[in-house]
């Protein structure tokens, strides 16, 4: 069965940092393209970043580029997202979601999700 | 970015009803479009891929069509476990981008 769990979500001051960490099992993880898709209260959901199964490519939203950088562990089955420059509207909760195929045509497994909160 | 715009936002039925949802892509989109169910405190769970596929495990009650710019999601016979609100997403390009979501409530 595939699981994915997020970890490391919190309150968190403008212009912090906070780095998630998503655990994987159920699958061959390091065969897969990952990604990170975030919702905010009251919106729809925004993808946010993506991984190739490799690690060496990597997509972000115009929204977070710069300021996040998502990788990835294969030995550790984890992914994971290193968010900086933390803003207001950065506040989500943010999913690990496992994509199906090698150019993410869907996400077929996500994660429960983290709550991030950007606030003073 | 391809804008995608689900109507309605909101929809009332009652069980054994027919629901459709609609998502309009702003630009042709082929068939690169897919079907999400969120129930509240749930991970979101994949229903449909590729415009009309099942995805594995999902009811046959679900079922989506079109291509190009409109597609519908449509629930045959409704059942209360289907409270939850559906995103349509497109894979077309990136950014991936999702509708605004359609909050479905049983009467």
């Known amino acids: 069965e595939v699981q994915l769990l997020e970890s490391g979500g919190g309150l968190v001051q403008p212009g912090g940092s906070l780095r998630l960490s998503c655990a994987a099992s159920g699958f061959t993880f390091s065969s897969f393209v990952m990604s990170w898709v975030r919702q905010a209260p009251g919106k729809g959901p925004e993808w946010v970043s993506t991984?190739?199964?490799?690690?060496?490519?990597?997509y972000y939203a115009d929204s977070v580029k710069g300021r996040f950088t998502i990788s990835r562990d294969n030995s550790k089955n984890t992914l994971y997202l290193q968010m900086n420059s933390l803003r207001a509207e950065d506040t989500a909760v943010y999913f690990c979601a496992k994509c199906s195929g090698t150019r993410c045509l869907n996400f077929d497994y996500w994660g429960q999700g983290t709550l991030v909160t950007v606030s003073s | 970015d391809i804008q995608m715009t689900q109507s309605p936002s909101s929809l009332s039925a009652s069980v054994g009803d027919r629901v459709t949802i609609t998502c309009r892509a702003s630009?042709?989109?082929?068939?690169?479009l897919n079907w999400y169910q969120r129930k509240p405190g749930k991970a979101p769970k994949l229903l449909i891929y590729a415009a009309s596929s099942l995805q594995g495990g999902v009811p046959s009650r679900f079922s989506g069509s079109g291509s190009g710019t409109d597609f519908t999601l449509a629930i045959s016979s409704l059942q209360p476990e289907d409270l939850a609100t559906y995103y349509c997403q497109q894979s077309y390009s990136t950014p991936l981008t999702f509708g605004q979501g359609t909050k479905l409530e049983i009467k």
């Open positions: 991984i190739r199964d490799s690690g060496d490519n990597t």
């Open positions: 630009q042709s989109i082929s068939s690169y």
